[in-house]
């Protein structure tokens, strides 16, 4: 488990460094943290150390979208807000994209958090303040 404590955005490029160090061969991220807290800004900020240049904005209506790295490995954006049941994540293919090649960024996790793989890692995000977070990555 690692603690990262972020005092501002110019902390963030550490902070996803940190998180991509922590990856371990895994390949889905689960991020869980209130609306506001930064999770989208946190995933813009891991898919540039990926060497992206996709814009990377929220899937909050298509549910996933899909940027390149460097490398050209797909990186998979989830936002799950809009879901009712985990039943829907299956309608959209889940699984296809968690056991991939690509890294998978899921957003608002806990709505399907039955179905993530158990080596997942965990990226909670407590806001302390307007520009204050304490990242705990398990």
């Not at 609306?35 to 549910?63: H, N, Q, W, Y």
């Not at 797909?74 to 890294?103: K, N, Q, T, V, W």
Request: glycine share 6%; charged share 30%; proline share 4%.
């Amino acid at each position: 488990m690692r603690e990262i404590n972020v005092n501002g955005i110019g902390d963030l490029p550490d902070a996803a460094e940190e998180i991509l160090e922590a990856l371990d061969g895994r390949n889905v991220i689960a991020f869980f943290g209130q609306m506001g807290a930064g999770k989208t800004t946190l995933i813009r900020e891991i898919c540039a150390k990926l060497g992206s240049e996709d814009v990377v904005t929220s899937p909050t209506f298509a549910l996933v979208n899909r940027y390149n790295s460097a490398d050209e490995r797909p990186i998979y954006h989830f936002d799950f807000y809009r879901i009712e049941r985990p039943e829907e994540a299956f309608d959209m293919g889940y699984e296809e994209y968690f056991y991939s090649e690509g890294l998978c960024l899921v957003e608002w996790s806990e709505k399907i958090e039955e179905l993530l793989p158990d080596d997942v890692m965990k990226v909670c995000i407590e806001v302390l303040s307007p520009t204050k977070r304490h990242i705990i990555v398990d």
